[in-house]
């Protein structure tokens, strides 16, 4: 395994430091990936760079995940039409600070508006 020795000022890395490209974009083949390991350990070696080649997908597209790209993007569009709906944005606050700090409740506006909107969707697809 290599060892990284950063530049000073830089403790760590974490993520894509360099992604390929899509099709017709001019860029790497390869990934390379930097993590930083937080867990506490004896080791002082928590840093880790990984290469990765550029994958082509060797199945088609299922119908399952069709039907989740189809469900992400209906709900996303309806999360941001309901946050920028001044008509219903106070009763939507008020319902938000309600569930806030209830057992299972979801702690952040968007996250709320995304169960939401996810539930009526779903509701909706299956009646």
């Known amino acids: 395994m290599a060892h990284v020795e950063w530049s000073a000022g830089i403790d760590s890395v974490s993520g894509a430091l360099s992604k ?10 390869k990934m390379l990936l930097g993590t930083h390991r937080v867990a506490p350990t004896e080791s002082n070696k928590c840093n880790r760079l990984y290469l990765r080649k550029k994958m082509k997908r060797a199945t088609d597209v299922t119908t399952k995940e069709l039907n989740a790209h189809t469900r992400f993007t209906t709900v996303h569009a309806a999360v941001n039409a309901r946050a920028k709906n001044l008509a219903t944005l106070a009763q939507d606050q008020a319902a938000f600070l309600a569930q806030k700090d209830l057992s299972g409740g979801k702690k952040t506006f968007y996250s709320w508006l995304w169960k939401v909107e996810g539930e009526a969707y779903d509701e909706a697809l299956n009646g």
Do not use: V, Y
Request: glycine share 20%; net charge positive; charged share 10%.
């Open 20 to 29: 390929p490209g899509k099709n017709g974009q001019h860029s790497c083949n």
